[in-house]
């Protein structure tokens, strides 16, 4: 365990040339709860607007003011943490997201459920971004792929059973409960971190020029977000999209995004983004068809919809491990390639899906492509975090945790839009194969070439870095 000395602790730096696997617990655990609080909200919003006395639409922000935040304050916060003490950002954020839970589940009105909400959103934006840094500082090089599997294991499967443990608390204690069931876990990991972690050079605020930065890339992820959400009922809200290019370029053009672009000129960074982008959105447009086509279709109810997409995560978790494992022996490419092609294959053998398949019919096939999920989704972030210099570790943790956001987002859209083109008979086949073509998309771009580690440096230090 590492003991509390001075200094700062750079990400990726071992300090006694040990392996800490607690400190990869914690950012396990912290992935968990974050990607949880994604979904497990959704279930009690009837409850919600019910006991507070307000519409739907007002309920529904309970949920939109944490994801917002969550994604439009990614980037920013990757640029700020890159100067930052990691022991000192993670006892913040988890503090802060513990509280703002705590004042959610006692809120005793809507406006100030919402403002707890988007406070947490924030918090929540610098844990993702802290995640996949605090597991490439606790462990060797050479034991990068299975570490970063846990994080990326327990992240999706936060995720989906979100809906499970949120159920299960409504049906129990009641709606407040729902953001209580966090708390316990913040705790465990503020006591891990507080111990495990060496005491480093702390926090700064940002200056006026990274607020205006931040302010920019906010906004115009934000409206993003917005239109990607609303296309998933009604595709002409994509149009929306165009009115974040504005900020989004003045961004780019400045100063606080020139460190951004300079990491993804990285050979073979590009590619892994892009592979990470096109399989969330793969994930996501297939659970989104999937779940109504079961039920509209099939006419399954919702217990058996639930049990037979829960396939997914169970392949997902089985093979995690696993592909870490192989990552270390064999090099993290390939087994993200290999991931990627058993996802494409599971997701392609789902194309025909039809209303005489059972659940188990469709459950072997989700449970395939969740193989290939976990095989390699610890790899394919060991790859990413690997090819960049310690000191823009959080800048790319950022921009990978932002292309998967986009994708869980633009998925359901996508698909909705695949869906109405290819009419109600042949429309869950077409959004299926919109989720395979993404995934299947994936695999030529995790092959897109890499760079050594030195000219990775040389790249990213030819980019001028804006003070935060």
Request: a positive charge; one cysteine or more; aromatic letters at 6%.
């Amino acid at each position: 365990m590492t003991h509390h000395g001075g200094g700062s602790a750079e990400p990726g730096h071992i300090a006694d040339g040990g392996d800490h696997w607690l400190l990869v617990g914690v950012a396990g655990l912290l992935s968990f709860v974050a990607m949880l609080d994604m979904n497990i909200v959704n279930v009690a919003l009837a409850e919600i607007s019910r006991e507070l006395d307000v519409s739907a639409a007002t309920a529904q922000w309970v949920v939109l003011g944490y994801q917002l935040p969550v994604v439009a304050l990614l980037l920013p916060a990757g640029r700020w943490l890159d100067g930052a003490g990691p022991r000192s950002a993670v006892l913040a954020a988890t503090t802060g997201f513990a509280l703002c839970s705590a004042l959610a589940a006692a809120a005793p009105w809507a406006g100030l459920l919402v403002t707890a909400r988007l406070a947490q959103g924030a918090f929540g934006a610098v844990l993702f971004v802290l995640m996949p840094v605090l597991v490439l500082g606790a462990v060797r090089p050479q034991m990068r792929g299975r570490a970063m599997s846990v994080p990326a294991t327990l992240g999706p499967l936060g995720a989906v059973t979100g809906p499970a443990v949120g159920g299960l608390l409504l049906d129990g204690p009641g709606w407040r409960a729902v953001f209580l069931v966090k708390i316990p876990f913040c705790l465990l990991a503020l006591a891990v971190a507080r111990r495990a972690m060496p005491r480093d050079r702390g926090l700064r605020l940002p200056r006026a020029r990274a607020l205006l930065d931040a302010s920019l890339v906010a906004t115009g992820v934000s409206v993003l977000l917005v239109a990607l959400t609303l296309a998933a009922g009604h595709s002409a809200w994509l149009a929306l999209a165009l009115a974040a290019v504005p900020p989004l370029w003045l961004w780019l053009r400045g100063a606080g995004g020139r460190p951004v672009t300079g990491v993804l000129r990285v050979p073979g960074l590009p590619g892994a983004h892009g592979a990470v982008l096109a399989l969330a959105t793969g994930f996501a447009a297939m659970h989104y068809v999937i779940a109504l086509h079961l039920q509209s279709d099939n006419g399954f109810s919702a217990t058996a919809t639930g049990l037979t997409v829960l396939a997914f995560p169970l392949g997902m978790g089985l093979a995690g491990p696993l592909g870490g494992r192989l990552a270390d022996r064999y090099g993290a490419r390939p087994v993200a390639v290999a991931g990627a092609v058993v996802t494409s294959c599971g997701l392609l053998l789902a194309v025909p899906v039809d209303g005489g398949w059972s659940p188990g019919d469709v459950a072997w096939r989700l449970a395939l492509a969740g193989l290939g999920m976990g095989l390699g989704g610890g790899p394919t972030q060991a790859l990413v975090m690997g090819a960049v210099p310690p000191d823009r570790a959080a800048t790319v943790g950022s921009t990978v945790q932002l292309a998967r956001s986009l994708g869980f987002t633009l998925g359901p859209a996508l698909a909705t839009a695949a869906w109405g083109l290819a009419g109600s008979v042949q429309g869950a086949r077409a959004g299926l194969g919109l989720a395979a073509a993404a995934a299947c998309l994936s695999v030529p771009l995790l092959l897109l070439p890499a760079r050594s580690s030195a000219d990775a440096t040389a790249t990213t230090n030819a980019a001028t870095a804006a003070p935060n």
